[in-house]
């Protein structure tokens, strides 16, 4: 008996422990990084767009292209990765340890933001490459082709987006709950 080694069954309780952890953080990054993307989006629904809206055509072209410029920065797309990663692999872990209903929460912000990215990708993204391309050749016709469908579909991110930190946040709380 003097051979056997007890330290092969004593880390089980740490890592269990550790891999809790690591969801709760996971958990927190992904509802830090949703609000986070929420409030960029609603920002420019409730502030910038309706500022920009007062503007003449071409003040209003040339402003969305400087802050389509500057928005490209690495924090915005560290955050706005992180707003898909951290759910992802939260749900991953979860998914490991038998799910329930933290599990659904994660998922359920998972696809919501994922709806964001494919709305920002598919329609936002080329309305701003089509605005930067316009250069201020007929800042009118630009506006017009611009500004109406950018705006809805920037309030649909909002909604989704908001949505989806909404979930996050539950998602945390009931894994805190369940796991304190």
Not at 29 to 56: C, D, E, I, Q, R
Not at 64 to 77: A, R, S, V
Not at 135 to 148: I, L, M, N, Q, W
Request: glycine share 8%; hydrophobic share 50%; no cysteine.
């Amino acid at each position: 008996m003097a051979a056997f080694d007890h330290t092969l069954i004593a880390p089980a309780p740490q890592s269990i422990a550790t891999t809790r952890d690591t969801v709760g953080r996971w958990l927190t990054a992904g509802t830090v990084a949703n609000t986070l993307m929420a409030g960029t989006y609603v920002a420019f629904s409730t502030v910038v767009m309706p500022l920009l809206g007062t503007k003449g055509d071409a003040d209003f072209v040339h402003s969305m292209q400087q802050i389509n410029t500057n928005i490209e920065n690495p924090l915005f797309f560290a955050v706005f990765t992180a707003a898909l990663v951290a759910p992802a692999v939260a749900a991953w872990r979860l998914r490991k340890r038998g799910g329930g209903t933290t599990l659904r929460w994660a998922v359920a912000a998972l696809a919501l933001y994922t709806t964001t990215v494919l709305t920002t990708s598919g329609i936002n993204v080329p309305l701003n490459e089509m605005l930067a391309g316009a250069g201020s050749v007929d800042p009118g016709k630009t506006r017009a082709d611009f500004e109406t469908t950018w705006n809805i579909w920037n309030g649909i991110r909002a909604v989704l987006s908001t949505a989806a930190a909404v979930a996050m946040v539950k998602a945390t709380r009931v894994y805190r709950r369940n796991h304190a």
